[in-house]
Structures are given as structure tokens and as C-alpha cells.
């Protein structure tokens, strides 16, 4: 368990989504791509799913996705190699998610003074090469590993397999993902509804043998300032003090302190940036690595009710209740944030040291399976998820 929970912990952020420029971009080419499943009730024949793990999936056909779901309320447009697709309901709330990587980058919702508003945070900034780079929104960031190693998994691009719904009610896109080997299979569904949306994955195990599954939903959510932020309802819940989850869609917050968790940043830091020290560092880091693990694993209780998001946190809750409640006084807005399936909740904070309404003024939150792997039992089938509720309407 110790070397599951290890990997998804990283100070440092992984390479972000890149999106290449318009300025770069070739002539699109129109085919089918591997973004997209045809799905027909009606019809007898079997469309198998694209192996995507391991073939480079090709340019989206925009135009093709338009003309076949057409009707439903979500609409496709075309950026670099990538694909947005916009869904949005009568009532004025929308969401924004981006083929093949599955990244939602944008979720908006009425508000009770009748203007919309957006929940998620997501920063785009410019790569070393002119690329766009996207970070934060909402991600799925998952590892599937069988017991003897041999099959280590991520997935990393996801193929449109339907949409249903209907922009008066609701509306649901379903994205589908699959190992090489048939090892594992998840379904990855986003429900939006008027006041809510929800994160639905479903994990198949293929195999007739056991898989252990880690990772997390993060979701940087969008406030005036982390010290205007309050975490209501996680009172004697207990948790463990642990480095920002290895994700490439991460939010990385700069200049933190030498002291506390800044400390454990900056030295696994390091030890990334320079893996082949001396063996008298080597022993040394080694040493002060142990150390920070054991600080790390001490578990605490939450005393507080109405817990205060000013200060640099990065907690996992092992027995948070199933929902709790973010609130912005400076936007005068809350978040309802519940789960379902994972045992795990982790907690990010910034710190009040970064500007209002910044770049990095948001607050994280994950469903996670990171001190505890999931265990998927032969040809089983695990289902979780995680929703963002909206009472402000």
C-alpha cells in the first residue's frame, strides 16, 4: 500500500495539456477519429472501442460530432487537435469539457441574484514553444496496477461514446477509455443538471485476477480569495498532512514558505530536479524523507466546524462525511461537494498569501483512493463519483 500511495503525491506540476496554436495548426482533415464511438440502440453491429492507450488518436471531425448528436443541447468546436464540447440547459447553466483528455474546464450556474456564475477555476497560460497550457477545472487522475506489477495503467485519452438528455431537463456525456491488453474498461459519465453537476465513472476489471486502483476527481473550485473560504462540515473528521496529488492538470501554486508543508514541497522537489546526488546527500535526503513521511502520517481530528482556508494546506480526510460545504464570503456563494464510492476526500489550499481573485485563487477538492488503493475484484465492477452542487439559485 505504502508504494500505491507514494506515487500520487508530487510537489512539482506534471506536464500540462498542451494545445498547439491556431497560428500551427495543419488543414483539419475530415474523418471518423478515435474521440468518438458510434452508438446506435437500433442497430445490431458492434462498434469495438479504440484501443486508445496505445494508438495517437487523430484530429476530431467537428462537424461530424455536430451533426450526429445534434439536438441535445451540447455543441463541438474545434481547438488545435483537441475538441470542446459545450453543454448547456434552458435554465443557463453549462459545462464545458475537452476531448480526448476529459478535462472539464468550465461549470456555470444561476445564481440567486440572477446572474450566472462560474464555480470551476482553470488557467490558461503560454508554453516555451507559443503551445497553450491548461491547468485546474475538473480531472479524473487514475492508476490501475495489478498485484504482480506486471500492468501499471492511466488513462489519459478518452473516446465520446454517447450523449443523452435534453437541454430542458438535463444532459449527460458519456466518454468511454480501455487498456491495450483488456485489462480494465471505465465508463466516465458528465451529468449536467440544472443545479448540479455530477462525475460518474464506472470500473470494469476485465481480468480474472484482482487490480488495485488509486487516484482522485480533483476539482479546483473557483473563490475571491482562499482567506475568504470556509470548509463547513468536517467537524472530528480525521486526516493526514500530505504534498499536492501527482496530477498534470494541478494548479501549482508558487512561492511557498521554507517552514511546514513548504518544506516538504521544496526538498521532493529537489530530489526530483536532482535525482543522482552524491551518496553522503543521498543518505542524508533519504533521512530527512523519512522524517517528513512520518510527519505526513500522523492522523488529527478536525476540530473545527467551519474550518478557515487561509493558511497552506494539502490534507487527505480517511472518514470525512459523504458532503460537505465550501463558502466564499467574498463572492457570497457556497459549493456543496459530495461522493460517492471513494472512502477518501483530500483538501487543498493555496494559502491567503495569493492575490484576489488571482490566478490561484481557488480552493481544491478530490474523491480520492490514495492512502488506501480500491481493490477490483476479478471481472468485478466499481462504481463512484463525485457531484458539485449549486444551492444558490
Not at 181 to 194: A, G, I, M, T, W
Request: aromatic share 8%; with cysteine; charged share 20%.
Amino acid at each position: 500500500m505504502t508504494m500505491a500511495s507514494r506515487s500520487l503525491f508530487c510537489p512539482l506540476n506534471f506536464p500540462p495539456t498542451l494545445i498547439p496554436t491556431p497560428a500551427r495548426q495543419a488543414t483539419r482533415v475530415c474523418f471518423p477519429c478515435t474521440s468518438y464511438i458510434p452508438h446506435n440502440h437500433h442497430s445490431k453491429k458492434e462498434f469495438p472501442i479504440p484501443l486508445v492507450a496505445s494508438v495517437p488518436y487523430q484530429p476530431l471531425n467537428v462537424d461530424y460530432l455536430e451533426g450526429e448528436f445534434s439536438g441535445h443541447g451540447v455543441t463541438f468546436e474545434g481547438v488545435g487537435e483537441s475538441c470542446v464540447a459545450k453543454m448547456e440547459l434552458q435554465n443557463g447553466s453549462t459545462a464545458t469539457l475537452m476531448l480526448p483528455s476529459g478535462l472539464i474546464t468550465s461549470y456555470k450556474s444561476p445564481m440567486w441574484h440572477g446572474e450566472k456564475m462560474e464555480l470551476l477555476h482553470t488557467a490558461v497560460s503560454e508554453g516555451e514553444d507559443g503551445e497553450a497550457i491548461i491547468q485546474g477545472g475538473l480531472s479524473l487522475n487514475l492508476n490501475f496496477q495489478t498485484d504482480d506489477g506486471e500492468v501499471s495503467w492511466s488513462p489519459t485519452n478518452w473516446v465520446l461514446h454517447d450523449i443523452r438528455g435534453n437541454p430542458e431537463e438535463s444532459i449527460q456525456v458519456e466518454l468511454k477509455s480501455r487498456t491495450s491488453e483488456d485489462v480494465v474498461e471505465l465508463k466516465y459519465v458528465v451529468n449536467l443538471r440544472e443545479d448540479t453537476l455530477g462525475s460518474e465513472l464506472e470500473v470494469t476489471n476485465l481480468r480474472s485476477v484482482p487490480i488495485q486502483m488509486t487516484g482522485s476527481i480533483l476539482s479546483h473550485l473557483t473563490v475571491s480569495t482562499p482567506d475568504a473560504t470556509y470548509a463547513m462540515g468536517l467537524e472530528r473528521s480525521n486526516y493526514s498532512s500530505k504534498p499536492p496529488f501527482a496530477s498534470e492538470f494541478f494548479l501549482s501554486p508558487p512561492d511557498f514558505s521554507q517552514e511546514g508543508l513548504g518544506k516538504i514541497w521544496n526538498f521532493l522537489a529537489q530530489k526530483q530536479l536532482f535525482p543522482r546526488w552524491g551518496a553522503k546527500n543521498q543518505n542524508s535526503n533519504e533521512a530527512e524523507s523519512s522524517q517528513l513521511e512520518d510527519d505526513g502520517d500522523a492522523n488529527d481530528e478536525e476540530m473545527d466546524n467551519y474550518k478557515h482556508l487561509g493558511e497552506q494546506i494539502s490534507l487527505v480526510y480517511t472518514n470525512a462525511p459523504r458532503s460537505f460545504t465550501v463558502i466564499d464570503r467574498g463572492r457570497r456563494n457556497s459549493v456543496l461537494v459530495g461522493r460517492n464510492g471513494f472512502d477518501e476526500m483530500y483538501l487543498f489550499s493555496p494559502g491567503s498569501r495569493v492575490e484576489i481573485y488571482s490566478k490561484y485563487a481557488y480552493i481544491c477538492v478530490g474523491q480520492a483512493a490514495a492512502l488506501k488503493p480500491i481493490l477490483l475484484k476479478p471481472e468485478g465492477v466499481w462504481i463512484g463519483g463525485q457531484r458539485l452542487h449549486n444551492p444558490n439559485q
